[in-house]
């Protein structure tokens, strides 16, 4: 566990960057504020609604859940790789069945348009 | 001073600390070499005003963003507005903890090791740190309240989730050969194998190196940004320090792509052709060239590489984007772990 030590005094400096040159920044900024510098980009335009009102497509949410599956999928595949030259032949054709299960659900998303953008 | 305190706290102190510079100051003139190297493409000039030849065009930039008002759109989440900097900033600076930028070396008779740690769940903890990413964008864009930015930030979610899929079966194969995680054993892999990993798996460095791209939102797959119709996409609303954070990450981000792209498929800090010119490096004129030499300079050409498909393609359309990666790359890397599969298996009898 020791190399974890320098790791994790890192991720300590890793994080007070961020909020050591924010707090800095805050003192040397300049300010004016304005309402209409508070506005929303919009052209100059007033905007109608806000725009956690916006809709967006289901699109993304179908990604996120193929993502999860997949990802999922890779995490397997990560320790078999790693002791592969090890489980040889044996190994290999295991986690093939187990991509070819993964791969009949990847056609059938696939079949069912889950990958078309339209 | 005891031995322990020196070995856990002092030495990785002052690594941190020159890592720390190193790396922002790289993140600093990348922005100036890609400024300049795009214009020499385009047949212009460039920064050249600011010191000779515009050298210190970084540091008056970083000045300005510094001195900056900081503007809040009004209907935004201030907190989360204000948490997805640092979310984006601290994971991109944090995978620099586990890459070694070459071998280890002797001062004055203690051994001294060019990275800050040699864990053995190195590609792991790249690849989950790399992931906090995303929290950073879609969290930016979703808490300012704007059309531009939420459609951004959702863009880019989509995007660096698709392509992180890819990229981690392209890894795979890495690690099938290589045998384990940690980035020195890679690189040891490829010293005793005497060959670097990108000739077995020039498909799947293929493969990384376009995930790397489409992962760090960079031309061709800069979408999230396309400035043609998201303005900036989910930095939109972003001033001041708050969009210097968001920039400092995203070429933070381009080095440890490059970087990892040198350790896993080009050999590291080895020098190039380890099979043929081995007795050609062992000469003495060449055998003292330190290996963060090479490991820089590989580097430096991955990061030219960002820059030059920056002057030369055009950008995807979206759904194009997803088409190349859920019908290509997904199941041309999957091919490639069985390829390579079946190819070492075939090797070893």
Known sequence: MEQYVPILVYALVAI??????????????????????????????????????????????????????????????????????????????????????????????????????? | MPEAVLNLLLIPLIKIVVLLGVVLLIVAYLTYAERKILAYMQVRLGPNRVGPKGWLQ??????????????????????????????????????????????????????????????????????????IGVFGIILGGWSSNSKFSLMGGLRSAAQMISYEIPMGFAVVSVLMMAGTL?????????????????????????????????????????????????????HTEYSGMKFALFFLAEYANMMVISALATVMFFGGWLPPFPNLLAGLWASPVLAWIPGVVWFAAKMGFFLFCYIWFRGTFPRYRFDQLMAVGWKWLLPLSLANVMLVGVLMLWWKG
């Open chain 2, 182 to 234: 940690s980035l020195v054993g890679i690189v040891e892999a490829q010293r005793q194998a005497h060959i670097w990993f990108v000739l077995p798996g020039i498909l799947a460095f293929g493969i990384y190196w376009i995930c790397g791209v489409a992962e760090t939102n960079r031309n061709p797959f800069d979408l999230p940004e396309a400035e043609a119709e998201l303005v900036a996409g989910f």
């Open chain 2, 58 to 131: 970084p540091i008056a930039d970083g000045l300005k963003l510094f001195v900056k008002e900081d503007l809040i759109p009004g209907g935004a989440e201030r907190f989360v507005f204000l948490l997805a900097p640092g979310l984006i900033m601290v994971p991109a600076l944090l995978m620099f903890a586990v890459i070694p930028f070459g071998e280890p070396f002797k001062v004055g008779g203690r051994t001294i090791t060019p990275y800050l740690a040699d864990v053995n769940i190195a590609i792991l903890l790249l690849l989950g740190i790399s992931s």
């Open chain 1, 16 to 118: 007070s960057f961020p909020i050591i040159t924010l707090l800095l920044a805050r003192i040397f900024r300049a300010g004016s504020p304005d309402p209409v510098k508070a506005e929303a980009y919009e052209c100059g335009v007033q905007a109608e609604t806000k725009a956690f009102d916006t809709r967006f497509s289901i699109r993304y949410y179908l990604i996120a859940v193929l993502f999860v599956v997949f990802d999922v999928e890779t995490i397997f595949l990560f320790p078999w790789a790693v002791s592969f030259q090890r489980l040889a032949l044996f190994g290999f054709i295991e986690m093939m069945i187990f991509l070819a299960i993964l791969l009949v659900g990847y056609v059938y998303a696939w079949r069912r348009g889950a990958l078309e953008w339209a």
